[in-house]
T-cell receptor, first 112, second 114 residues
Framework: GNSVTQMEGPVTLSEEAFLTINCTYT??????LFWYVQYPGEGLQLLLK?????DKGSNKGFEATYRKETTSFHLEKGSVQVSDSAVYFC???????????FGTGTRLTIIP | EAQVTQNPRYLITVTGKKLTVTCSQN?????MSWYRQDPGLGLRQIYY???????DKGDVPEGYKVSRKEKRNFPLILESPSPNQTSLYFC?????????????FGPGTRLTVL
């Protein structure tokens, strides 16, 4: 079956540090891949997505590249801000299926 | 404003007392689903609906019911809640017809069953 494995948290970084949150997946074919962000007390919001191999999704300074050879979709940001503190979820959606399969989430805290 | 709304946002109840969590979307989306979020487990799908009167089980359907009588509404029903259903619940919707369509999430309902 489909599954998503993401970096265990929590992750604590200083402001302006470089961020990487690892995500790997198991699925047949070429699923679409997503990163969602959940700010305190809110629902999930789509952060970025990639629908085919070698696609790079980007938004708000975050980037992730769909790597078919390593079945990975790692989230990166060059310089984090306090406002980036949130829980980040990696997810996949198989071709022809609307269901999202989520990773367990990674809590990120940025300290000034 | 395009949105998914859920009510109530917070609910404390007792074992066995039937409850309904409502979900409504104003985007004319065909696909709707319910998830529960638990620490260390991420989000797991409870039920989903491809369209009006079409529903199916997700990964963790036991103890839940749903209905889809109108396109915009997708209520989650707990006929006899138990403490292991204490969780954070999210409703989501998307246009369907393609794995690249964004799912929109509601703000969540935090349920405590005593």
């Amino acid at each position: 079956g489909n599954s998503v494995t993401q970096m265990e948290g929590p992750v604590t970084l200083s402001e302006e540090a470089f961020l990487t949150i690892n995500c790997t997946y198991t699925a047949t074919g070429y699923p679409s891949l997503f990163w969602y962000v959940q700010y305190p007390g809110e629902g999930l919001q789509l952060l970025l997505k990639a629908t085919k191999a070698d696609d790079k999704g980007s938004n708000k300074g975050f980037e992730a590249t769909y790597r078919k050879e390593t079945t990975s979709f790692h989230l990166e940001k060059g310089s984090v801000q306090v406002s980036d503190s949130a829980v980040y979820f990696c997810a996949l959606r198989p071709v022809g299926n609307e269901k999202l399969t989520f990773g367990t989430g990674t809590r990120l805290t940025i300290i000034p | 404003e395009a949105q998914v709304t859920q009510n109530p946002r917070y609910l404390i109840t007792v074992t066995g007392k039937k409850l309904t969590v409502t979900c409504s979307q104003n985007m004319n989306h065909e696909y709707m689903s319910w998830y529960r979020q638990d620490p260390g487990l991420g989000l797991r799908q409870i039920y989903y609906s491809m369209n009006v009167e079409v529903t199916d089980k997700g990964d963790v359907p036991e103890g839940y019911k749903v209905s889809r009588k109108e396109k915009r509404n997708f209520p989650l029903i707990l006929e006899s809640p138990s403490p292991n259903q204490t969780s954070l619940y999210f409703c989501a919707s998307n246009r369907g017809q393609g794995s690249y369509n964004e799912q929109f999430f509601g703000p969540g309902t935090r349920l405590t069953v005593l």
